[in-house]
Structure formats: C-alpha cells, structure tokens
C-alpha cells in the first residue's frame, strides 16, 4: 500500500512553506511518527511526521516552495522493517562510517543548497566551517573545499593557536571571496524573512506612525538588580533582568492608556471600529538565527517579575532553537524590543500589526545629566533612551507622550510597580 506523504495544514492563515530540510532519504525506512522533514512557512518551521510506516519515496526537493495539501511523497507500506544484524554479524566498515557520517551532516546547519552540493560532491559536510548567516554552511563553502580552496574545516579541540590565526584569515579571505574579488552572491530570502517585511511594510503604508522619545536614569533598576539578584535567582531558579521592569510598567501604562493597547479593525459592516482590550498580551522582539520573530507573554499584568523573567527566558531558548509555534506568535496587544542588547543608543521602531504601539529600549550609557535631588547640579548617571512608535489614527501626541513618561517614572522609582501608582 502506498500512502502519500501530504502538507497538512499548519495554520489558519499559511497556505503554503518551503522544504527546508529532508530528514531521510529516497529509500530509508521510517516507522509511523518518525520525523520526515522540516517545512519553512512564512511564520513559523514545523515537523511533518510520517503517518505510516514503510519505505520513504520523497518527490520534492529541498528548497521547492509546495502548498498545503500538496503531495511532496509517498510511504511503502508493504515494505518491512529491516532486520537487525546480530551481535557476531559482521558489518562492513566502510558502510559504517558512512551512516556515521550522514548522521552527523543531519545535524550540522546548511542551507538545502549546500547539502545537494555535497551530495553531488562527495563532500563529509559536517567537517565544513560555516560561513553564512547563523552559522550556516552556504553551497559557495562545499564548493570551495571541494575545490581545495581555503574554506578551513571544523576546528577540533586540539587546534593551535596557530591554526586558529590561519583558519579566521582563510575564512575572511573566502567571505570577500579573496583579494580584489568582485564575487556575486544571492541566496533566497527565506518565508519568515519575507513575512517580516511585508508586515514592515505594510505598518508604513497603513498607519499614521510617529515616534516621541524619552530618557530614563536606570540607577534605581540597577540598584534593585545588584541588591537582589543573588537571593531572586535562589528563590526563583531564574535571573532578575531588565525585561520585566519594563514589562511590568508597560502594563501600568496600558492600563492607565488603553488607547495604546488597542487596535483598529473592521466591524460586521466593514466600517473602521476600534477595538480595546483588558488585558495586557506583551509581544516581545526576540532575534532567531532565522529571523526576527515575535512571542506573546499573554496576560502579562497577572504575572509577577519571576513569572514574565521565566515566560521570556522560555520564549528565547525556543527561538533560539526554532521551537517557536504559531501560537507563541499569535495575537499580542502592544511590543517591546530591546535594540539596546546589540548597542542600539536610538531607534524608531515600527508598529507591528495590527498593534498601535511598541516601545524600544536602547543601550544604557553613562551621561551628564542633571540630579533630580539637587537642581542645578550636574551628576553622571546611566541613562536609556526610549521610544514609543505608536498609530497616531487613534492615540493622540498627548496621549503617547503621557504614557511614555508613565513608563519613565515607573523605572526610575520602582516602587510605584509595587504600589500600582
């Protein structure tokens, strides 16, 4: 019986994705639930798992943009699993190390280019040193080391200083594709990549967008950190970060402004209506080795520091290692990103759909400002710059500038967190 291997739906609104990654190949045997290949989608990369057992056939390729409910393969189910060899069996070496080898190469990162090259090259790719973003290994380094070019293999534990000097010159050679190479690269934009810049976009296009900023001295915060952060991480099992101060006070905000924490739709006449909400789902801007994406923390004004530390610890390891599902990134009512972790001193940041307002947080640096204790006199303190983006159809200058300050004083005295003030 041969039972086709079909694209399942993996979402309300993803119609389509691209095979990223064969997890077997032409021949191999799978049981039922063994994991048969990575599907890309413009949201999210899911798991297609094998619903029976038997033989794998694929017929797409890595890289073929396929539609949900395409068939990209079919299961002989007739065929029987194979039988293990016994324990005196004798195995041929070279068989051996081979399984040895595609073992490995399915867990290093490579773009589906670069395994067809190596494939058609003969080329071991997990002792390639990757040179493409997140640390992918691109066609361009299979060529090259198949080529003798300088593309220096996986470093092992036993390499010199030395040959570490050699290898990052090698490498940065082969990046710039040598000395006066005039090289040309393209390499397709993946689904999310795509995704994210038509959302960009779009909020360009479709809102009324403005930023006001502000400054906030980050003493108090850190103050709180240094004398707690000891007994928090004890208590807790997780660190004490910035994250959830602001949080914590973008929540106050939004309850004290609803108007930043709603949205504009189309009512059952399809007439503009804004739409308000009671809750607080803080969508959180978290950089993926493939590409920005951006989890919930759903009722985060119920959540106290430990519990919103936890939640955005949790969402960035799964980012982190593609775990992220369509649900971590459903709905979300207002955003924070944190452009301060890369060196960001100042940023606009845009509206993420259909929200109307985000705020960004920068680099925190020491400046000259004057002390709000003794006015007058010029103190060194570590400041942050703020911005907030926000939809200027439904929330007045006013209305943003107030909130940001309300942000402001929040972080400045914390204690107004803890008084609901």
Same mark, same amino acid.
């Given at each position: 019986m041969a039972t086709p291997i079909v694209i399942p739906p993996v979402g309300e609104s993803i119609t389509s994705g691209v095979i990223q990654t064969w997890r077997v190949k032409d021949g191999d045997y799978a049981q039922r639930d063994d994991v048969l290949l990575d599907l890309e989608t413009d949201k999210i990369t899911v798991e297609l798992r094998a619903t029976a057992a038997g033989i794998v056939h694929p017929e797409a390729k890595e890289g073929d943009q396929v539609d949900v409910g395409a068939k990209v393969g079919w299961i002989d189910e007739t065929a029987t699993a194979p039988t293990p060899s016994g324990a005196n069996a004798a195995k041929p070496e070279p068989a051996a190390t081979t399984v040895v080898q595609e073992s490995r190469a399915e867990s290093v990162r490579a773009t589906p280019l670069a395994r067809k090259a190596a494939e058609e090259r003969g080329v071991d790719i997990s002792k390639l040193r990757a040179t493409g973003p997140g640390e992918r290994i691109r066609e361009q380094d299979v060529i090259n080391y198949a080529k003798g070019g300088a593309i220096a293999p996986a470093a092992g534990p036993a390499m010199n200083a030395e040959k570490n000097i050699a290898a990052v010159d090698a490498v940065s050679q082969v990046r710039s594709g040598g000395p006066g190479s005039r090289q040309i690269t393209r390499e397709r934009m993946s689904m999310l990549r795509q995704r994210v810049a038509s959302r960009l976009v779009e909020a360009q296009h479709t809102a009324a967008m403005l930023t006001t900023f502000n400054e906030c001295d980050m003493s108090a915060v850190l103050a709180y950190r240094a004398k707690y952060k000891e007994d928090f991480e004890k208590r807790f099992g997780v660190g004490l970060g910035f994250m959830s101060f602001f949080v914590k006070a973008a929540c106050s905000a939004l309850q004290s402004f609803p108007l930043v924490n709603a949205s504009i739709v189309a009512d059952e006449k399809g007439h503009p209506a804004i739409e308000k909400h009671d809750y607080c789902d803080i969508a959180i801007a978290v950089a993926s080795p493939k590409g920005l994406v951006v989890p919930v923390i759903r009722n985060a004004e119920l959540l106290n520091f430990a519990q919103i530390e936890q939640a955005v610890k949790d969402l960035a390891t799964k980012a982190k290692d593609g775990k992220i599902t369509l649900e971590d990134m459903t709905g979300g009512t207002f955003t924070i990103t944190n452009g301060g972790i890369f060196g960001s001193l100042m940023s606009t940041p845009i509206l993420n759909p259909p929200q109307s307002g985000i705020l960004g947080m920068h680099a925190i640096k020491n400046r000259a400002v004057e002390n709000p204790e003794k006015p007058g006199e010029? $103190?060194?303190?570590?400041?942050?710059?703020?911005?907030?983006?926000? @939809?200027? &159809?439904?929330?007045?200058?006013?209305?943003? $500038?107030?909130?940001?300050?309300?942000?402001?004083?929040?972080?400045? @005295?914390? &204690?107004?967190?803890l008084l609901e003030l």
């Open positions: 010029v $103190v060194i303190r570590p400041m942050m710059y703020l911005a907030l983006s926000y @939809d200027h &159809r439904i929330i007045d200058g006013a209305e943003a $500038v107030q909130f940001l300050v309300r942000i402001k004083n929040s972080i400045e @005295d914390p &204690r107004r967190l």
